[in-house]
């Protein structure tokens, strides 16, 4: 057997990363962000700026680049171009600073479905470097699961295991949250439960981005609309009565 050369290894270079868990800010700024597939323009020069107390809706027709962008928000993808600024700092100098500052929801629900309740926020509890015991115990209780903590989520409903994740998202108590149509396949019930714990996070002073293309659920629950279609921002206004027919003039009715 011929034996691989030994290398030495070569010093890491430590870059200026903020490192201090405690680093918080109350704006997120895009600034002429773009982001490119090949070809495709997926976002194009947006500028946006979100602050703390809102919940931002991004609306919008299927494809018009809203997971694009909370994909972008939430540092799982680059700028091509632009630059995406926390606070007064880019992701590039926060690195774990700023992920830990982040909860995500997606269409992809990241639970274990083998695992009880109780297990998989254990779980994550101790990827966020959380004591789990008192998180786990309260997340449970906010999302009404508390009596079926030791169950397999494999046996939940959709929006069961959607509470759940939403908790997940959570628990370490994130500045900016971003839901990406967290309202999927609830019921009324479940889509009543999200959206009151939506407008607590506001009022605690979180960040909220909220990406939909259904109007009857954003309209009364954001506080700001950003219309978006084609990767391009078209508008950036405060919410009010008649959000229908200002997305129809703006987007059409397709």
């Given at each position: 057997?011929v034996?691989?050369?030994?290398?030495e290894?070569?010093p890491?270079e430590?870059?200026?990363?903020?490192?201090?868990?405690?680093f918080?800010?109350?704006?997120?700024q895009?600034?002429?962000v773009?982001r490119h597939?090949?070809?495709r323009?997926?976002?194009?020069h947006i500028?946006?700026?979100?602050?703390?107390g809102?919940?931002?809706?991004?609306?919008g027709p299927?494809?018009?680049?809203?997971?694009?962008?909370?994909?972008?928000?939430?540092?799982?993808?680059a700028?091509?171009k632009?630059?995406?600024?926390?606070?007064?700092r880019?992701a590039?100098?926060l690195g774990?600073?700023?992920?830990?500052?982040?909860?995500?929801l997606?269409?992809?629900?990241?639970?274990?479905?083998?695992l009880?309740?109780?297990?998989?926020?254990t779980?994550?509890?101790?990827?966020?470097?959380?004591?789990?015991?008192?998180p786990?115990?309260?997340a449970l209780?906010?999302a009404g699961?508390?009596?079926?903590a030791d169950?397999p989520?494999?046996?939940f409903?959709?929006?069961?295991?959607?509470?759940?994740a939403?908790?997940?998202?959570?628990?370490?108590?994130?500045?900016?949250?971003?839901f990406?149509?967290?309202?999927?396949?609830?019921?009324d019930?479940?889509?009543a439960i999200v959206s009151?714990?939506?407008r607590?996070l506001?009022?605690?002073?979180?960040?909220?981005v909220?990406?939909?293309?259904?109007?009857?659920?954003?309209?009364?629950?954001?506080t700001?609309?950003a219309?978006?279609?084609d990767g391009?921002l078209?508008?950036d206004?405060?919410?009010?009565?008649?959000?229908?027919?200002?997305?129809?003039a703006?987007i059409?009715?397709?």
């Amino acid at each position: 057997m011929v034996r691989q050369a030994h290398h030495e290894r070569k010093p890491v270079e430590r870059s200026n990363v903020v490192s201090d868990p405690r680093f918080d800010f109350d704006s997120v700024q895009l600034l002429d962000v773009s982001r490119h597939f090949g070809r495709r323009r997926a976002l194009s020069h947006i500028s946006l700026t979100l602050r703390s107390g809102e919940i931002v809706g991004l609306l919008g027709p299927n494809g018009a680049g809203k997971s694009t962008l909370i994909t972008t928000l939430a540092t799982l993808a680059a700028p091509t171009k632009g630059e995406v600024r926390y606070g007064d700092r880019s992701a590039r100098s926060l690195g774990a600073a700023l992920r830990i500052r982040i909860g995500l929801l997606a269409h992809e629900l990241h639970l274990y479905p083998e695992l009880s309740a109780r297990q998989n926020l254990t779980f994550f509890a101790e990827l966020y470097g959380l004591d789990p015991r008192g998180p786990v115990d309260a997340a449970l209780q906010s999302a009404g699961l508390f009596d079926r903590a030791d169950d397999p989520v494999d046996g939940f409903s959709r929006g069961m295991r959607q509470r759940l994740a939403l908790e997940r998202a959570l628990m370490h108590h994130p500045r900016l949250v971003l839901f990406d149509e967290p309202f999927t396949g609830l019921d009324d019930r479940a889509v009543a439960i999200v959206s009151d714990r939506l407008r607590r996070l506001a009022a605690e002073g979180a960040i909220v981005v909220l990406a939909t293309h259904d109007l009857d659920l954003a309209d009364g629950l954001v506080t700001r609309v950003a219309l978006i279609r084609d990767g391009r921002l078209l508008s950036d206004e405060p919410a009010a009565a008649g959000l229908r027919a200002r997305y129809r003039a703006l987007i059409g009715a397709a």
